[in-house]
């Protein structure tokens, strides 16, 4: 049951509340008086969306507050609008939540039949959702469970069908791709270990020949330049014997010369790792055929890796798809026999619910002011889901006057007409914990003694359930428990829109209002309150 609504900036509303009463709740006023606003708010904190061109003039945003009472408690929700984003926030009980769990939250909430909902009575979609709310919850779960694996199946099958045929059609492609690779055998970051290692090699041989030419200068055909020093350093002490001027070169050239015998010794050691040619020459051939295969793949060495194990698993799953094939079609005989057994069910019950439903609905509409002798049935038709598997699906046809074959609503039925279907609807199908209902011109293009059998039907779900009724006709807005009056006023050049409760005399006045005025409607308005 909605308690409270709180309405904050919207349109011309600038600060709006209203508290609620169990059973008839009616709100009247004016066309154009703002009656259309509270129920865009009441929309919009139910998971519809609202623009910020709906936000009061000059305002940064809008809020929708409303408190229900629920057999589990009390739920407050409220939602903000921003107009500088036009972004909103929606908070249950006082936490920020989404939009999507507030529309979950709908159904248990409010139910709102308007010209809207007529509309979409006339679908027949909602003939269907109609029939099936009577069908066993068990066995409609069974079906839609059973209908998304047949489809799961038969998706999973067509696309391994389809893999099949092109990676088959590939196959003697992917092998002679497969065996290129696998000739070389290439390895993770093999190319640039091996110019790598054929640069370290490359080092080597350059300083090999250095080394030979520094050794072929100390050691050469010349003669050894080590022994041609001593030779020097022998003349160069007979000098300094007859000219102490010339001893300290005796010990230069003696340091020079021990110089060039360790000199001579590393070299002789050589570089140190050296490598032989054939290694080099084996780097070379093995960078040869990695690059060839890089050009007629055309992809580098990692894509080559790459190409080689996605072949491997095309290959694989080639070997194995059949496998799965045959366990996917024991499968799909399974869940066909299973839904086969489920979909007679489903059928004998929308058979069986479709005359229940008829019958009630047929008894509703009497009640509503039809001819006794009205009828309402479903014609049926048939979808095949699977082969040799085929649902019944419902359109409501009717016949509201004798001597006329059954059509379809939109064929024949009139505004008002579906204003009471609606109503006859709702009726049924209301249960101990329905949620509000909001009838939004329910009434529209009825008069006379239909209007008074509709204001019956409504005071009897009344009886049990909160209704919200927005109407212009005093013999219904007469029968509330509550009574709200909209309208509007202008203000220092603004138009507000305000709600207020009725009591007493001013209900009388609203009424007389609504019956046309003058004693006329005063009389006719002090006539609807007392039930004469």
């Given amino acids: 049951m909605l308690e409270f609504l709180r309405i904050q900036n919207l349109a011309l509303i600038e600060d709006l509340e209203m508290e609620f009463a169990p059973g008839l709740n009616v709100l009247t006023g004016e066309s154009g008086a703002g009656k259309s606003f509270i129920l865009r708010a009441l929309d919009f904190i139910l998971g519809e969306k609202l623009g910020p061109g709906m936000i009061r003039s000059g305002r940064e945003k809008a809020l929708v507050e409303a408190v229900f009472q629920l057999p589990e408690g009390e739920t407050l929700l409220r939602r903000e609008l921003t107009a500088e984003t036009g972004r909103s926030r929606v908070y249950v009980n006082d936490r920020l939540s989404s939009q999507d769990k507030v529309r979950q939250m709908r159904p248990r909430l409010i139910i709102h039949t308007s010209q809207h909902a007529q509309q979409r009575l006339l679908r027949p ?100 330049l080590v022994d041609r020093i001593h030779d020097l350093q022998r003349e160069v002490r007979t000098l300094a014997s007859l000219d102490g001027e010339y001893t300290p070169f005796d010990q230069q050239l003696e340091d020079v010369r021990q110089v060039l015998m360790d000199f001579g010794s590393s070299l002789k050691q050589g570089p140190g790792g050296q490598e032989s040619e054939r290694e080099l020459e084996e780097i070379e051939s093995r960078l040869w055929q990695l690059s060839q295969l890089q050009r007629r793949m055309n992809r580098t060495l990692e894509q080559l890796l790459d190409l080689d194990r996605e072949i491997e698993d095309n290959l694989s799953f080639l070997d194995t798809c059949h496998l799965e094939l045959s366990q996917i079609d024991r499968e799909l005989k399974q869940v066909h026999s299973q839904l086969a057994d489920i979909i007679d069910e489903v059928n004998a019950a929308r058979r069986s619910n479709a005359d229940k439903l008829c019958s009630c609905l047929q008894n509703e509409l009497q009640q509503l002011g039809f001819s006794s002798d009205v009828q309402v049935r479903f014609d049926f038709s048939t979808v095949e889901l699977a082969p040799g598997i085929e649902e019944i699906q419902g359109r409501l046809l009717w016949v509201p006057n004798p001597g006329q074959p059954p059509q379809p609503l939109d064929q024949i039925a009139s505004g008002g007409e579906l204003s009471r279907f609606l109503l006859a609807l709702v009726g049924l199908t209301a249960g101990d914990e329905f949620p509000t209902l909001l009838f939004d011109e329910v009434d529209a293009g009825i008069g006379g003694l239909i209007l008074g059998q509709v204001g019956r039907r409504i005071q009897e779900l009344a009886r049990h359930h909160q209704v919200i009724l927005i109407s212009h006709w005093p013999q219904l807005a007469s029968l509330a428990e509550c009574h709200f009056k909209v309208y509007k006023e202008i203000e220092e050049e603004q138009t507000f829109t305000f709600c207020t409760r009725l009591q007493g005399r001013e209900v009388e006045q609203e009424l007389s209002r609504m019956a046309g005025g003058g004693d006329q409607g005063r009389a006719m308005a002090r006539q609807f309150l007392e039930g004469t």
């Fill in 125 to 224: 979609s909602y003939h269907q959702q109609l029939l099936d709310t009577y069908l066993p919850q068990e066995l409609r779960r069974k079906r839609e469970e059973l209908v998304a694996r047949l489809k799961e199946l038969r998706s999973r099958e067509q696309d391994l069908v389809e893999k099949t045929q092109e990676l088959e059609s590939k196959r003697e492609f992917l092998e002679y791709q497969q065996h290129e690779i696998r000739k070389v055998d290439p390895k993770p970051g093999e190319m640039d270990e091996l110019e790598n290692r054929k640069q370290v090699l490359r080092d080597q041989a350059q300083a090999q020949t250095a080394v030979n030419s520094c050794l072929d200068l100390l050691y050469g055909d010349q003669g050894a």
